[in-house]
Every structure is written in C-alpha cells, then in structure tokens.
C-alpha cells in the first residue's frame, strides 16, 4: 500500500514538475497487413504511419493494397486515409513555408525600391512644381522690364520731340492738320 502511494506522489511530482519539459504523442502507428480480410490470417508486413498503399479491393471493413514495395496484402480499412499523415505532409508544407519566405524577401525588397522610387518621384514633383513658379514670377518680371522699357523710350521721344525747334512758320503751316 505504501509503495502505491509513494508511486503516485513520485508520479505526481514529475508530472507537475516544471523541469520537465513538455512531451507529444509521437506520429506513429504502425498496423499489420495480412494475407487476407481477417485478424485469423498471418502477419504478411508491418506498415508505419506515411507508407503508402494503393487499393486493389475491399471486402468487409477490410482493404486490399499493394505497397510502395510491391507487397500485396490486408490492412483493417479504418486505418486508411486519402490525406498525408503529418510525418509525410510535414516536409512538403516546410518547403513550401520557406518558398513564401524567400518570396516574402523579394517582395519586401521590392516594396522598399518602390518606396524610395515614390519618395523620389515625390521629391522631383515638388521640385518641378517649385521650377514652374519660379518660371512664371520670372516670365512676368521679364514682361514687366519690357513694359517699363518701352514707357522709357515713349516718354524720352515725347521729351526729344518737345525740346527739337520745329523749324519755321512757313512750314509749320504747310504740315497742319
């Protein structure tokens, strides 16, 4: 009786114990295949969990399968599936995650070019927005120079004009308007 208890609590103790670290069911089964549709008929193979069969018949919850090996045998038709166990979906699922991977890489690359493309494209945009400004207050300066220039040279003919003599009263009279 003692001992039972001392089994137990021992028991409990590494159960509840946090120095142990935590432990899975492991992904293995493994199934006998046999030379016919009964647990009556001898053991031909022992199949794990991931081999593949592929079906020849079936007859009373009992499947008839060739192996990957070539052998030719029974195994109870519950223990079959059409989908990959872990142990064998699990390699083609990491290959595929380290495909995304590496193309989430080159994507992210692309998208940080494409950042500092736009950034630039930005930045030239706001510059030429700046140039085209600067083009029009420029271009009306320049209007304005040969507006005032051409006042100048108006306003300096009427003062040349005023201060010439016109010439003599005999002519003077001949060009009246």
């Known amino acids: 009786m003692a001992a039972k208890i001392f089994t137990v609590l ?5 159960v509840g114990s946090p120095a142990w670290g935590k432990d899975y069911i492991r992904d293995t089964l493994r199934i006998k295949m046999r030379d016919g549709p009964s647990l009556k008929h001898d053991t031909i193979s022992v199949l794990a969990s991931g081999d593949a069969g592929f079906r020849l018949d079936e007859e009373d919850g009992w499947i008839k399968i060739r192996t990957a090996r070539g052998q030719v045998g029974w195994v109870p038709g519950g223990y079959l599936t059409d989908e990959a166990p872990a142990s064998v979906a699990l ?4 290959a595929a995650l380290e495909k995304a991977r590496s193309s989430v890489k080159v994507l992210e690359t ?6 500092e493309a736009v950034l630039e494209l930005d930045t030239l945009r706001q510059r030429n927005h700046t140039l085209e400004e600067e083009n029009m207050r420029l271009s009306a300066s320049a209007m304005w120079k040969y507006l005032l220039a051409g006042a100048a040279i ?5 003062l040349v004009g005023g201060m010439v003599p016109r010439g003599s009263a005999a002519r003077s009279r001949r060009i009246k308007i």
């Open 10 to 14: 021992f028991v409990g103790f590494l």
């Open 110 to 115: 692309r998208i940080t070019e494409q950042s």
């Open 91 to 94: 390699p083609h699922v990491e």
């Open 154 to 158: 108006f306003l300096g003919g009427m």
